[in-house]
């Protein structure tokens, strides 16, 4: 059972352009929603995470989206450069842990062309 | 660099066998997660320990088991391997339980199993 699904499977933006990431999950025990960058060979970074009280969070060019209501949460990417090229993962976890730690999307294969 | 130690980074062993996957977490993490990445199923969640006990269980099969030990840093045996197991394995850990505020996971740069 896939508990957090994560669209597109992949991405090409223009330098300079808006990258979208979208996810929505269905467990709403969910309250702790990261996002994590992976580049080749290396493992997981947390980039961004943010919790259901608030429904926007920004740090940098990156912005996470949060909708309660509809139990979907995006990432943007402001102003994308060719070293953003990675794969992301939108992740779900209950405070305190729950049964499955952190629940992943099946991430984003993100390209910015230069 | 993420602080967490794994090794062996590659590793290649026939069907049938059976191999040891080491980690080593942060200095003052307590807790251990073991993950899978595969290109067809994504991370996949295996087990996680805190502090030398287990805590949870996700899709990790009966041929896989894990342990962390005293001085916190863990193991995940896989026996009987099939052609299937191969993947990337993930250990990863933090301060506290997965979610809780402030606890940020942090990944191991993974260990490559090729199972021929």
């Known amino acids: 059972q896939q508990q957090v699904k994560q669209s597109p499977q992949s991405l090409i933006v223009q330098k300079g352009g808006i990258s979208i990431i979208n996810c929505a999950y269905e467990?709403?025990?969910?309250?702790?929603f990261p996002w994590y960058q992976q580049f080749p060979g290396k493992g997981p970074a947390l980039l961004i995470a943010i919790r259901p009280d608030v429904s926007e969070k920004k740090e940098g060019r990156f912005t996470i989206s949060f909708n309660k209501s509809a139990k979907q949460f995006s990432l943007h990417i402001m102003d994308s450069q060719p070293g953003d090229s990675a794969t992301y993962f939108c992740a779900a976890s209950i405070a305190g842990g729950g049964a499955d730690g952190l629940t992943f999307g099946k991430g984003t294969h993100l390209i910015i062309q230069p | 660099d993420s602080g967490v130690t794994q090794t062996p980074k590659h590793l290649i062993t026939a069907t049938g066998q059976r191999v040891t996957l080491r980690c080593s977490p942060r200095s003052g993490d307590l807790s251990v997660y073991w993950y899978q990445q595969s290109l067809d199923q994504g991370l996949q969640f295996l087990i996680q320990y805190y502090n030398g006990e287990e805590r949870a269980k996700g899709n990790i099969l009966e041929r896989f088991s894990a342990q962390q030990f005293p001085d916190l840093h863990s193991e995940l045996n896989l026996s009987s391997l099939e052609l299937g197991d191969s993947a990337l394995y993930f250990c990863?850990?933090?301060?506290?339980?997965?979610?809780?505020?402030?606890?940020?996971?942090?990944f191991g740069e993974g260990s490559w199993l090729t199972v021929v």
């Open positions: 467990n709403t025990a969910f309250d702790y």
């Open positions: 990863a850990s933090s301060v506290d339980l997965a979610g809780a505020p402030g606890n940020t996971i942090y």
